[in-house]
């Protein structure tokens, strides 16, 4: 299989400052890959050098199997993109702009204009100047022009931003009928971990420059997954108990960790027999590590 | 070929919607219109002197109430004026895309950036030249109404390639200012740029380098200080055109290679 995004030992440098450092991204087709990391990470300048905006200091980039060349030429035909903050010409109108991006994309039939005036809901904005309209809506005239000519690719750097709850809503799952029903392949940055979270089917996570960690569909799935927690005075007798009522269970820090899908849907249960062993609980709470925790464990948090 | 079409259309639909285009025909209007101002004034000195300071000036400045008094100025107006309004005008045909943060969508797209580069310049250089048109025209319909005496065909011939002329010499010289907006991502290094031509081009024509510095060529070509043949030699117009030339080669080397972060 052929990967969207490809790049080896990607290397950016501004001066004396390492952007990114021998990044090696490995995006397959039809996959919604988030990439996350802090503000300042590297996440716009990784996506500036996927589109060939920025030429890199070491190492390449394939896109769409195409090698990028050092004058930005690419199958740009088939990739859509939105690049940091959202704009537009000021003075022309939503439709003005939107019909810029067919003429620039050669795109013959105008009609494809207003279909995607009518998806991302800009209709009753399509006459207004792009100067006098809201955050939001420019995010939407953004993500109108990366998704205008139906690319196999889409490139979004922060593709929630501005929008209102209900516009993240509908954006997310504009992205995933378009990754699941079309087989467009999406990568998107982020900061926002729930959005991402919600969306992707693979992360990576990248820190000051380099990539430190790529979560799969099953490391995220456990990341995911919820367990019992249970704290003992007697954690001898409570091992005994569960065991004996045939639960499976880890011990971490004093505190008896359940997995078990009876554990998560019957805590009360659990309480019961702990009792009833006269090793009542001090503690019993149902606990997710989400990949905000994990993100934060990864990047020293806000440092 | 078709890409640069497209590119072109919407070069030219960005200028339609936009009032810059408007204050450069109001801006080149100015010329014309205080030249019959002048004429009007020289034509009758008793009532000049009874008008005060203007008209003092006015005599002062423009010579005699005449065609060729005013074919000169046309073809000053040009050389300088245009040099500032065309440069302002290209500046915001190339350094608006940064202060409007659209430059980043004009690169990862099937239109190259060659094209959209060429477009920038063709809209440019056919702007500018219908000012310069429209200079000219505007000058000879004031000095009809104006009815001022000494036109023969001869003058309108020479002062037809002193104003078309210098006019074009000046549009030759943009690709710099559209080098310094684009690699100066805005507006601001443009100025910066200008200011610094004009002020080297009066320095160059007053210590005797006029001919061989390319900005102060259009000034003397419009005979600010006298005939230009006695001014200008063929390395005049070959320097000009060789300036021309880097500008254009940094300009479309820059959007094609240099790093794109804004």
């Known amino acids: 299989m052929i990967n969207a995004i490809e790049t080896n030992q990607l290397t950016k440098r501004f001066g004396d400052v390492l952007a990114v450092d021998a990044i090696n991204l490995r995006v397959g087709t039809g996959e919604i890959y988030g990439f996350l990391g802090l503000n300042g990470a590297g996440k716009t300048t990784t996506i500036r050098a996927l589109l060939g905006m920025v030429r890199p200091s070491a190492g390449d980039v394939k896109v769409l199997g195409q090698a990028l060349g050092p004058d930005g030429r690419g199958p740009w035909a088939q990739v859509g993109h939105l690049v940091e903050s959202p704009s537009a010409y000021p003075e022309l109108s939503v439709r003005e702009n939107l019909d810029i991006a067919r003429r620039l994309h050669a795109k013959q039939d105008s009609k494809i204009v207003d279909e995607i005036i009518e998806r991302l809901v800009l209709g009753s904005y399509a006459d207004r100047k792009a100067g006098t309209l809201s955050m939001g809506n420019l995010q939407r005239l953004g993500l109108a022009r990366a998704l205008l000519h139906e690319p196999e690719l889409l490139i979004l750097d922060e593709p929630a931003n501005g929008l209102d709850p209900a516009g993240v809503v509908e954006i997310r799952d504009l992205l995933r009928s378009l990754a699941h029903e079309k087989g467009v392949t999406i990568f998107m940055s982020s900061h926002i971990l729930t959005e991402v979270d919600k969306l992707a089917s693979r992360i990576g996570i990248i820190h000051k420059g380099k990539l430190i960690e790529e979560l799969d569909t099953q490391k995220l799935e456990l990341l995911r997954a919820k367990h019992l927690e249970v704290q003992v005075r007697n954690l001898e007798a409570a091992q005994i108990c569960l065991q004996s009522a045939g639960f499976k269970f880890t011990i971490k820090d004093e505190t008896i960790l359940l997995n078990d899908a009876q554990a998560l849907a019957r805590p009360d249960y659990i309480a019961h027999i702990l009792v009833n062993a006269g090793s009542a609980p001090t503690r019993l709470a149902i606990e997710q590590q989400n990949l905000e925790e994990h993100f934060l464990q990864l990047t020293g948090g806000a440092q | ?262």
């Open chain 2, 1 to 262: 070929m078709n890409n640069f079409a497209s590119a072109l259309w919407v070069e030219t639909l960005k200028m339609r919607r936009s009032k810059v285009p408007l204050f450069t025909v109001l801006g080149f209007s100015i010329a014309p219109l205080i030249g019959g101002l002048f004429m009007i004034i020289l034509k009758d000195p008793i009532k000049a002197q009874s008008m005060g300071l203007i008209s003092t000036k006015a005599q002062l400045a423009a010579g005699t109430a005449e065609w060729s008094t005013l074919f000169n100025m046309l073809a000053q107006a040009n050389a300088v004026g245009g040099g500032v309004i065309f440069a302002i005008f290209t500046a915001w045909i190339f350094g608006r895309e940064f202060s409007d943060h659209t430059a980043k969508e004009l690169l990862a797209l099937p239109t190259s950036r060659e094209a959209i580069v060429g477009a920038k310049f063709v809209v440019t250089a056919v702007w500018t030249y219908l000012l310069v048109l429209w200079c000219y025209v505007l000058g000879l319909i004031v000095g009809q109404l104006v009815d001022i005496p000494g036109w023969t065909p001869e003058l309108f011939r020479s002062a037809t390639v002193d104003i078309l002329g210098s006019g074009l010499l000046v549009i030759i010289l943009l690709p710099f200012v559209a080098f310094s907006a684009s690699a100066g991502k805005g507006y601001l290094p443009s100025f910066g740029w200008l200011v610094l031509t004009v002020v080297m081009a009066q320095i160059a024509a007053i210590t005797g380098w006029g001919d061989w510095f390319p900005w102060s060529v259009p000034a003397l070509f419009a005979g600010a200080v006298g005939p230009r043949t006695e001014f200008l030699g063929a390395h005049s117009y070959v320097i000009i055109i060789l300036a021309s030339l880097i500008g254009l080669a940094a300009t479309f080397y820059w959007w094609r290679n240099a790093d794109q972060t804004k």
